[in-house]
C-alpha cells in the first residue's frame, strides 16, 4: 500500500518535471533575471611518487549550484505547501484545481496526504494541464461539467469549497492579472463556484498595480474574429495588442483547451479600483473592473485575464443578484527569494 502511494507520488514528480519546461513565459523580468552561480574550486591533484601505493581518489562532490531559477521554484513550493496546509480542510469535498507552474507544487503537497482523506474529495481543474496533474497524482478528478449534474443545479451555489490558483500579477487590493497559460476561461469560471479563491505565486507576482511588469491584459477570443478583436483594443487605448504566437511549439496562433486565440493587450499600468477617480479611458488610463467590463462589451471576446470585483465571501453576502461573481482571492501566498512565505489579504 505504502509502495502503491510511493510510486504514484513519483509519477506525479517526474509528469510536474515536463510541464515545468514545457510552461512558456512571456514574464519580462524573468528575462531581467541572471543566474547566480557558485562553483567551488574542485581540489588540486597532489603529486605522488610512483612507487607509492594508488590511492583510492573519490571524485570531488559537484559544486553547489544556485540559479535565479532554483529560488524561484523554491519559493512557488514553499508558497504552495503552505496554502495547502492553511486551507485544505479534510471536511471539504470539492477542491479547484488551478493551472500553471506554481499549482504543480499545491498538487503535490495533496498528493501526500492520506488517501483516506483525498479519497473523500473530488477535485476539479481549470483545464487540460490540471486535469493531468490531478490524474497523475491519482487524486479523484470531476469536470466542472460534471459538478452540476452531482448537484441540484442552483445558479447562486458555490459548490466548491476552495479552488487553489496561481496568478501572473496581484495588486495591493488582490485584484489578478491570470492568463499566462491561456487558462483563464476555466480559471474564472471555476473561482465563480468557489467559496474561497485561494492564491500561490512566487515573489516576482507581488506588484502595487496590474500590468506593471506583466506584457499585457490576456484575453481569449473567438478565432473567427481575432483581428476585429485587436482594433476594438486599440480603440480603447491598448497599446500594440497582439495574437499570442504558439512557437516554439507551434507554428500560427496558441490555441486554447477550448479551441480560442489570446490577444495580449498592453496598457498603462492600471490603477487600483479605489483609484477610479483618476480614470482617463481616452488615454487608456484604466481600474481593473472598469477596464474588464469595457474590453467584455467587444464582439468576439470570451474572457478577460482580469481578476476583481468579489471575492468568494463577499459574492455570498451579496446574494443571488452576486451569483458567479466571484473571482479574487480571498489572500494570496508569495512565496519569497528567501524561503520565506509571505501572505498578503486585501487592503478594504
Ligand atoms: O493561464 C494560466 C494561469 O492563469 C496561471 O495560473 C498563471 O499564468 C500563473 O502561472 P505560473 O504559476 O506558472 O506563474
Known sequence: MLLARLRSVNRFRNLVGCYGQYYGRTFT????????????????LSHKSSKMAPVKMEPPPPPPVTTAGDLVESAKRAAGRRAVAEHLDTAYRHIGIGSGSTIKYVVEAIAELPASQTSQMKFVPTGIQSRELIRAARLPLLDITDLFTEKEYEDAQQYIDVCFDGADEVDLELNCIKGGGACHLQEKMVANYSRKFVCVADYRKQVPRLLTNWVGVPIEVSPKITEGVRRGLISIGAQKPFIRSGLPGKAGPVVTDNGNHVIDAPFPTLLLNSEAHLMDPSRGIWTPDALLNRIKQISGVIEVGIFTGYDGPEA???????????????????????GSVETKYAQK
Open 316 to 338: 455570498r453576502a451579496a446574494g443571488a443578484n452576486a451569483a458567479r461573481a466571484a473571482q479574487k482571492p480571498i489572500v494570496v501566498y508569495f512565496g519569497m527569494a528567501d
Open 29 to 44: 523580468s524573468v528575462a531581467r533575471q541572471r543566474s547566480q552561480v557558485t562553483q567551488s574550486t574542485p581540489p588540486p
